[in-house]
């Protein structure tokens, strides 16, 4: 079938959605910790940030629930924690897009998350701040350099690719994130703003990665169809990416007695017209039964 669940918890798949949301919540503890330790420069063990990584990984690998915030209206986290873990997030998906390596994975999300966290942020040399990188993450160090100078308004013409997609992930978490002056940009928005501002500074492969992702409706995400209906995606139709099972929550304002799965490939009448937040859902949505 081109119905892909997420897990084999058929149409309803929400305990992925619970299980990466705790995922992303302990990520998000670890990364306090280590900001923390760089605010007061005292050393942390790369083990703890290991142990993170590969939680991180094994949620992706099930389901797309880490990257929701990339796909909610202003979605994303001024928090700095938050905000690094779904930079860390994207970061691997995009590597995973490109058939990465696991030990290269690892690589490139430490690069992410040492980069937020502020390693190598300032000239001074903060490396001996991660106790345990080793041979094993040589090169690391290097990116999170890179990433600064980039910053700083170098431009190098030898930039490690790990440094471009993690500029990139940090980029688009700026773009659809809400601000004070601005609301989120949609994906669609935020791929046509890089396509338009920094087409040149990616290579094709990482953008078309990334367009790979951003145009999958994640399992998770909340969408309203053109009958105003809110709905959550429940599975991804890999035949017609846009139009996948989702499961109707709220009709005419009330929420239903039971989530209504509904197939879109099967019902040309019905599309989805945009992403819509849980506050949306809380704000529309009255306790009752739909007529």
Not at 139 to 164: F, S
Not at 175 to 194: H, Y
Not at 205 to 219: E, M
């Amino acid at each position: 079938t081109a119905l892909r669940p997420e897990s084999g918890s058929g149409a309803a798949p929400f305990g992925d959605i619970m299980a990466s949301d705790d995922v992303f919540h302990r990520a998000v503890a670890i990364t306090e910790e280590v900001l923390q330790s760089v605010r007061g420069r005292t050393s942390f063990s790369v083990t703890i940030l290991e142990m993170m990584l590969g939680a991180l990984l094994e949620s992706l690998q099930t389901s797309d629930v880490l990257l929701l915030p990339f796909f909610s209206p202003g979605g994303g986290s001024a928090n700095p924690a938050p905000k690094a873990v779904n930079v860390c997030a994207l970061s691997l998906k995009i590597g995973t897009q490109l058939n990465y390596a696991p030990d290269q994975l690892r690589k490139l999300g430490l690069a992410a998350l040492l980069y937020e966290a502020g390693i190598g942020r300032t000239q001074k040399d903060e490396a001996p701040l991660v106790q345990g990188l080793g041979a094993r993450y040589a090169g690391v160090t290097d990116v999170v350099v890179q990433l600064r100078e980039r910053t700083d308004g170098v431009r190098d013409t030898e930039i490690h690719e790990h440094a471009h997609i993690v500029f990139l992930a940090g980029l688009i978490e700026s773009l659809t994130r809400r601000r004070p002056a601005r609301s989120g940009l949609g994906p669609s928005e935020a791929i046509k703003e890089v396509l338009q501002r920094e087409r040149g500074t990616f290579s094709d492969k990482i953008l078309k990665a990334l367009i790979r992702i951003l145009a999958t409706l994640p399992v998770g995400s909340l969408v309203r169809l053109n009958t105003g209906e809110i709905c959550r995606v429940a599975a991804k139709n890999d035949r017609f990416p846009l139009r996948p099972m989702v499961v109707v929550l709220v009709r005419r304002q009330k929420r239903l007695p039971e989530p209504t799965p509904i197939d879109l490939s099967q019902n040309p009448f019905l599309h989805i017209q945009g992403f819509v937040t849980e506050e949306t859902l809380d704000q529309e949505a009255v306790d009752g039964v739909a007529l």
